[in-house]
C-alpha cells in the first residue's frame, strides 16, 4: 500500500520560516507530479505548488518569491520551503502525488496533513 508521510508543520511567528516533508512509502514504480494544498478554517482546499519529475514548478500567486517546492527522487520525498510566512499562510497543509504501482495502474495519493500556524 502506498502511503505519503508528511512533517514539519508547527506554530511560528509572522515572518519565520518553516520547511515540509513529503515522503513516499511502498512499492512503487515511479513518482509522477507532486503536489502541497492546504485547507484554511472555513475554506476550500487549495492548491499551493506542484513539482513534476522533471522538477518542473508553478505555484499559486499568493506564494511566489516565499515559498520553494522541490523534491529529492532517490529519497522518494517532496520539500516545501516557506519563508516569510504570513498569518494567512495558516493551513493544514497536504501533500499529493500521482504514482505509477506497476507497468499500468497509476494512483492519485494524499497525505493525512500537517498543520501549519503562523502567529501575528
Known amino acids: 500500500q502506498v502511503q505519503l508521510v508528511e512533517s514539519g508543520g508547527g506554530l511560528v511567528q509572522a515572518g519565520g520560516s518553516l520547511r515540509l516533508s513529503c515522503t513516499v512509502s511502498?512499492?512503487?514504480?515511479?513518482?509522477?507530479?507532486m503536489g502541497w494544498y492546504r485547507q484554511a478554517p472555513g475554506k476550500q482546499r487549495e492548491l499551493v505548488a506542484t513539482i513534476t519529475s522533471t522538477s518542473r514548478t508553478t505555484y499559486r500567486d499568493s506564494v511566489k518569491g516565499r515559498f520553494t517546492i522541490s523534491r529529492d527522487n532517490a529519497k522518494k520525498t517532496m520539500y516545501l520551503q516557506m519563508n516569510s510566512l504570513q498569518p494567512e499562510d495558516t493551513a493544514v497543509y497536504y501533500c499529493n502525488a500521482a504514482v505509477r504501482t506497476s507497468y499500468d495502474t497509476y494512483v492519485n495519493v494524499w497525505g493525512q496533513g500537517t498543520l501549519v500556524t503562523v502567529s501575528s
Open positions: 511502498g512499492s512503487i514504480f515511479s513518482i509522477n507530479t
